[in-house]
């Protein structure tokens, strides 16, 4: 079974250039996850779709950043416009149940965004 | 708020050295504690959890005790191998929030 796919692994963009993640969740997972870790720092949640819907976006730093999950399949990150601080790893994850004590969320390797 | 504090890396041991990797937590209520691990270009991954005090986690030779007193988890291995680089983090979750609370993570490197 594939895991939490993401794409691209890296991404080097100018600040003011816009740039889009892709998450691929496990199949059949209606539960995705955002998060972000800056150089060194915690991994910070992001956001929570229950299939399409965003059941939590507590974490999304400013309307710089769009996430949507048309479908309730694949989820897109957007950025736009990108200043210095967004740089970091995005990471996502998926679960089938929401996650807990008793549900474990897979995550997918990140992605890598630097923003020059 | 809830904050997950473990020690800062690089940590650099020689294989089949003991390993600690200390992990202390700021919570309301009875948190679950969690180590997630990431090998290179890998996802996180948990690794083992406990989820109410004295309990121990254990898995592939890691164990870590939830210990209430000392609102400790530290992570041990009694012998490391070179598989075992990778980054470490600490979570909780808990308190009526399901979204894991995490460390800053520890880069374990085991040389031959």
């Known amino acids: 079974e594939a895991g939490v796919t993401q794409f691209p692994s890296h991404s080097v963009i100018e600040k003011g250039q816009t740039v889009t993640l892709r998450c691929d969740p496990i199949?059949?997972?209606?539960?995705l996850y955002w998060y972000r870790r800056v150089m060194g720092k915690e991994i910070k949640f992001l956001l929570h779709?229950?299939?399409?819907?965003?059941?939590?976006e507590s974490g999304m730093p400013n309307n710089r950043f769009l996430a949507e999950r048309t479908g309730g399949t694949y989820s897109t990150l957007k950025v736009q416009p990108a200043e210095l601080e967004d740089s970091g790893v995005y990471f996502c994850a998926s679960s089938l149940g929401l996650a807990g004590t008793q549900e474990t969320q897979y995550f997918g390797p990140g992605t890598r965004l630097l923003v020059l | 708020g809830d904050s997950v504090t473990q020690m800062e890396g690089p940590v650099t041991l020689s294989e089949e050295a003991f390993l600690t990797i200390n992990c202390t937590y700021t919570a309301t209520g009875y948190p679950s504690l969690f180590w997630y691990v990431q090998y290179p270009g890998e996802g996180l991954q948990l690794l083992l959890k406990?989820?109410?005090?004295?309990d121990k986690g254990s898995n592939k030779g890691f164990e870590a005790t939830y210990r209430k007193e000392t609102t400790s988890f530290h992570l041990e291995k009694g012998s490391v191998q070179v598989s075992d680089s990778a980054v470490y983090f600490c979570a909780l979750s808990g308190g009526g929030s399901y979204i894991p609370t995490f460390g800053r993570g520890t880069s374990l490197i085991v040389h031959p």
């Open positions: 406990a989820t109410k005090a004295d």
């Open positions: 779709f229950v299939k399409e819907s965003k059941q939590d």
């Open positions: 199949s059949g997972h209606d539960n």
